[in-house]
């Protein structure tokens, strides 16, 4: 069975700049989460996504976007690039009910020039 | 809300059963308990989840005594690749409503050859 895949694997933009960031859930996995893992730091909850539909969001500002595909299958969308923004973004999945466990991609490396 | 308690680092050898234990006094009666494991920069993996008693899977068991206010991880015969950081995660650090997992400090593992 495949895992959570993401693209790409690394990233590198400058300052001012628009990154895309994608996740495929593993099959069967409508829920799709997005965090962000700064260098040295904890996961911080960014987004989660379910038929479509954004869930529930993070202490993000608005440039922080994306959404969920029919498939299941989720963007990031990171507008206004700035130096803080470098991290490794990483995308989990899982059944839609209660108490199921996240599945975790190894994430899209960020880096902002 | 729930909080959980491990310890800071363990050491082991090659072949050994490693057991790692977490104490959340303050777990909820609907809160679930879940281990993560973590190399460094790529996405938790998941490895076990449990309400009560035991349960056991193909690379972990996990014990919950009846009180439910602790939960040790049992790794069979760790190997080198073993080493990463172990991470328990109940109550509001799954944050079941927002669906926002919320990782700790967690239990480095160190296996030695």
């Known amino acids: 069975e495949a895992g959570v895949t993401q693209s790409p694997t690394h990233l590198i933009k400058t300052r001012g700049q628009q990154a895309t960031l994608r996740c495929s859930p593993i099959?069967?996995?409508?829920?799709v989460y997005w965090y962000q893992q700064a260098l040295g730091l904890g996961l911080q909850f960014l987004l989660w996504?379910?038929?479509?539909?954004?869930?529930n969001r993070g202490n993000f500002p608005p440039r922080f976007s994306g959404r969920q595909f029919p498939n299941y299958s989720s963007e990031l969308n990171v507008n206004a690039l700035e130096l803080e923004d470098s991290a490794l973004y990483l995308c989990?999945?899982?059944?839609?009910?209660?108490?199921?466990?996240?599945?975790f991609g190894d994430g899209t490396r960020l880096s902002i020039l | 809300l729930a909080k959980t308690t491990q310890p800071i680092s363990m050491d082991s050898y090659e072949g050994q059963e490693v057991n790692i234990t977490c104490s959340h006094n303050?777990?909820?009666?609907?809160?679930?308990i879940t281990w993560y494991q973590q190399f460094p920069s790529q996405g938790p993996r998941f490895i076990i989840q449990?309400?009560?008693t035991k349960v056991t899977n193909e690379v972990a068991s996990l014990f919950i005594p009846a009180d439910r206010k602790s939960s040790t991880l049992s790794l069979p015969r760790v190997s080198l690749s073993d080493t990463a950081v172990y991470y328990c995660?109940?109550?509001?650090?799954?944050?079941?409503?927002?669906?926002?997992?919320?990782f700790g400090s967690g239990t480095r593992l160190q296996v030695q050859p």
């Open positions: 449990g309400y009560k």
């Open positions: 099959s069967g996995h409508t829920s």
């Open positions: 996504y379910d038929e479509g539909e954004e869930r």
């Open positions: 989990a999945s899982s059944f839609p009910e209660d108490n199921q466990p996240q599945h």
């Open positions: 995660l109940v109550g509001d650090e799954v944050d079941t409503g927002r669906r926002a997992l919320t």
């Open positions: 303050n777990i909820a009666t609907n809160d679930y």
